[in-house]
């Protein structure tokens, strides 16, 4: 959980736009383009990791619930090796596929 936070914080001091002299450089076009891409590719990674973290939220709550491992959508078991490979699976990989399509 923290781990997923902590990368977070650093996407955003690696994003090119939070550098505060972004603003005030008078940078070739080229860089601007390259700062863009830059700051699009980080955005989209925040992004993920947002939901990782929203996930592990919910993960946990249903930890609280005691029903952690149930699916959300047909509400059988969570394959453990599934568990072990995304312990915030919301789903069962059936259902997953099918929400997927
Ligand atoms: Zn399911």
């Known amino acids: 959980m923290e781990k997923v936070k902590n990368q977070i ?3 955003k ?3 090119p736009f939070a550098d505060p ?3 005030s450089d008078n940078a ?8 863009q891409v830059g700051h699009e590719i980080i955005e989209a990674q925040i992004k993920d990791l947002d939901k990782r973290v929203a996930d592990i ?6 930890i ?4 952690y491992g149930i699916c959300d959508r047909c509400g059988k078991s ?8 995304i312990p915030e699976a919301a789903f069962c990989v059936e259902c ?3 929400l997927r399509k």
Do not use: F, G, M, Q
Not at 28 to 35: G, P, W
Not at 78 to 85: H, V
């Open 9 to 11: 914080e650093e996407l």
């Open 13 to 15: 001091k690696s994003d």
């Open 21 to 23: 002299e972004h603003v």
């Open 28 to 35: 070739a076009v080229d860089t601007d383009v390259r700062e």
């Open 57 to 62: 939220k919910a993960a946990l709550a249903k």
């Open 64 to 67: 609280e619930k005691n029903n």
């Open 78 to 85: 969570i394959a453990i090796a599934r568990l072990k490979l």
């Open 96 to 98: 997953e596929n099918k």
